[in-house]
DNA sequence: CTTCCACGATGAGCAGGCGCATGGGGGCCA
DNA sequence: TGGCCCCCATGCGCCTGCTCATCGTGGAAG
């Protein structure tokens, strides 16, 4: 389950990426609005919390252009209280919901699994079946037949990163970027340690390596 | 899919090109307006990365006879920062999306990727098949008959392009410019020692040699 | 028809890089 | 404070990419 979020306040940002990244959510974060839209454009997103007060691009026209743009995706929006802008007006251009700051983060939360849950993409319901393997995205749960493989929260996102793409060719910088957080500057080599230990647990044949090109997870024919 | 890259910047379009190759692309670049101009209207390319500082020609006048034209390949305009040319201007006309320099190189990949998925043609699912050959670009893979063929990432390459051209002659300096890079001095015989392994994965019939001329993939009737 | 030459094909070999495994340190949570 | 998870560093082995040398072959000229 992937969310973006597209607020500029870089420490509400962070607690917010931590907090829904511990519930199991591969987050991304960015703090333009502009730059969120492009993201968010791209489709690959089940939820997007978009503040309102951006710069680049306010939150209010973010949220329109992808509407225009035929987009569909859940937004959560988030609004200052301090009455410059209007929440109706937040709703009127698009969003699903709206929160107002300050809120506690259990609401927030709260918010964000009841949408996903409205939209029918069940926060507990999503379950991909790949040969021996089953992976609840919801529950945050691994099958490989009958046992349960437990597994860390990072070793879980990169493996639920190549299974939304399975059968794809997955290039380590977009592992990262899935991940971790785009943003990241660090040695590609941690996605050789998570794939090394995900294989050692599920077994070596599942993932694939593409020489100089990334990762793929087989997809049974 | 192939991309074109005008950009004058020598070093800059090098490693665009390169990153860009290794995602499976098929990249061309040329340094000039002018030129950027001609080769994009030839109609051949997926998308145009196109710089605004340009000799010849700059990048809002060339974006705007390829739309007077009536072209509408995606065009992904990059703009320095420097604030004398203005990110609305390029919007206006007739660029998809615009990238602000300096930009890491994975906000690059994702836009040109999510250009493409945009445009409906699909970045991950171009399979291609021919004859007894299936050639899959988004799972980096080759079957030929019911086997899977491994290739080298340089042997995909050189196939991938023999592929877009099938039935047409490519020569091998084409070839050169398109999986290596724009400026390679080197031994043009690597081209051959490829089409050499290429023949023996994939059997001698596929690619055959035009004396003087180049290589042409022989495609089915 | 023969001969010669230039272009192409192919195999061997070398160097560098990519991917993998492993161990250790640091931080967060119980 | 202890344990687990995450990240980083290092070393190693194999594969890949490339060069070079040799052999094959097509085509034109005599």
């Known amino acids: 389950m992937r969310l973006l979020i597209v607020e500029d306040e870089k420490r509400l940002a962070l607690s917010l990426a931590r907090g829904l990244t511990a519930e199991g959510f591969a987050v991304d974060v960015v703090h333009d609005g502009l730059e969120g839209l492009h993201r968010a454009a791209e489709g690959a997103y089940d939820l997007v919390v978009l503040d309102i007060m951006l710069p680049g691009m306010n939150g209010y026209r973010v949220c329109a252009a992808l509407r225009a743009a035929g987009h569909d995706v859940p937004i959560l929006m988030l609004t200052a209280k301090d009455g410059e802008y209007d929440e109706a007006e937040g709703l009127d251009t698009g969003a699903d919901d709206y929160l107002t700051k300050p809120f506690s983060y259990v609401v927030l939360v709260a918010r964000v699994k009841a949408l996903l849950r409205r939209r029918g993409t069940g926060v507990g319901s999503s379950v991909r079946t790949l040969g021996p393997l089953r992976v609840d995205t919801g529950a945050r749960r691994v099958l490989h037949?009958?046992?349960?493989?437990?597994?860390?929260?990072?070793?879980?996102?990169?493996?639920?990163?190549?299974?939304?793409?399975?059968?794809?060719?997955?290039?380590?910088?977009?592992?990262?970027?899935?991940?971790?957080?785009?943003?990241?500057?660090?040695?590609?080599?941690?996605?050789?340690?998570?794939?090394?230990?995900?294989?050692?647990?599920?077994g070596a044949e599942l993932i694939r390596t593409v020489r100089g090109a990334g990762y793929r997870l087989e997809a049974p024919r």
């Open 145 to 202: 037949g009958e046992t349960e493989v437990p597994l860390t929260t990072k070793e879980f996102a990169v493996l639920e990163q190549l299974v939304v793409r399975a059968g794809e060719v997955v290039s380590k910088a977009e592992i990262l970027e899935h991940v971790w957080d785009f943003a990241y500057e660090g040695d590609p080599n941690i996605v050789e340690v998570y794939v090394s230990t995900l294989r050692k647990k599920l």
